[in-house]
């Protein structure tokens, strides 16, 4: 058996950083926040054509070309970075879909349902596993993986978004007690747990007024001190609420937002 290696605090300069999600939103923000750094940051994206457009926005910034949703694109990935970016320490992933469905419907489609699933759960759990030897091998690591608030409380007017969140939740922690399990507790694993942000426009009906929305740079700085200091998880703004919630009463909480949230979405009913 290999002699366990002594994790330490994980800098947050000088490493070599990959984003998925990383041409909008969330993704981006810590992309140029990290960049800003002195960080090499390659961000991660679904279409040429908006890479394209991130990149010349933002030259310090590398780009990869990939759908998390869709594992045969992300074949050549690893070897990608052992060829260009040996050094590569860090993954952040924050490639996210949110849509609201009226499950009663049908013209809702299974193949509609299940795109989230792909995007937000299996791309997580893919790129995590497919770089897990690269990031072991490094003197030090960290995974960022990106869940939301409704993972604790169950939003019923996004699903699938919900039920996706509260899998990485839950795989994430999993992750994390393999890795100490193995004795590899140099690569760190931080859950980031936003509340709303309206300024990602990841679902059309933001409400930048709504109670608990939070501003992406006080998230940024939020997940830049979690991940500075060590921490396991960050509880964002109301997400530390809303876990608080889901402990004390999850169902009456879970049937309250779901009153609220259905009449937000589906006002005529469903």
Not at 173 to 187: I, K, M, N, P
Request: hydrophobic share 45%.
């Amino acid at each position: 058996m290999l002699p366990k290696k002594e994790a330490m605090k994980m800098k947050l300069n000088n490493n070599v950083i990959l984003i998925t999600g990383g041409t909008s939103g969330i993704g981006l923000a810590l992309a140029q926040r990290l960049a800003d750094m002195d960080n090499q940051v390659i961000v991660l994206g679904r279409t040429q054509t908006k890479l394209d457009r991130v990149l010349k926005e933002n030259p310090g910034l590398v780009g990869y070309q990939a759908d998390v949703s869709d594992v045969a694109t992300l074949a050549d990935l690893p070897a990608w970075i052992q060829t260009n970016y040996p050094q590569l320490n860090m993954v952040i992933n924050s490639a996210g879909i949110m849509r609201a469905y009226d499950l009663l419907d049908p013209d809702v489609s299974v193949a509609a349902l299940t795109a989230e699933v792909q995007t937000n759960l299996i791309g997580t759990i893919a790129i995590d596993k497919l770089l897990l030897p690269q990031l072991t091998a490094q003197p030090e690591a960290l995974i960022v993986n990106v869940s939301s608030g409704l993972a604790y409380v169950s939003s019923a007017a996004h699903p699938v978004y919900s039920g996706t969140k509260a899998a990485v939740h839950m795989f994430t922690s999993a992750l994390r007690e393999q890795l100490a399990y193995a004795g590899d507790s140099h690569v760190h694993v931080l859950e980031l747990v936003p509340p709303m942000v309206a300024e990602t426009n990841l679902e059309a009906n933001a409400n930048a007024n709504a109670t608990g929305n939070m501003k992406l740079s006080d998230l940024i700085d939020a997940a830049i001190k979690g991940m500075g200091n060590d921490k396991i998880r960050v509880n964002a703004g109301a997400a530390k609420m809303l876990r608080l919630a889901g402990k004390i009463a999850p169902d009456q909480i879970e049937h309250r937002t779901g009153k609220q949230m259905l009449s937000q979405y589906f006002p005529d009913g469903l």
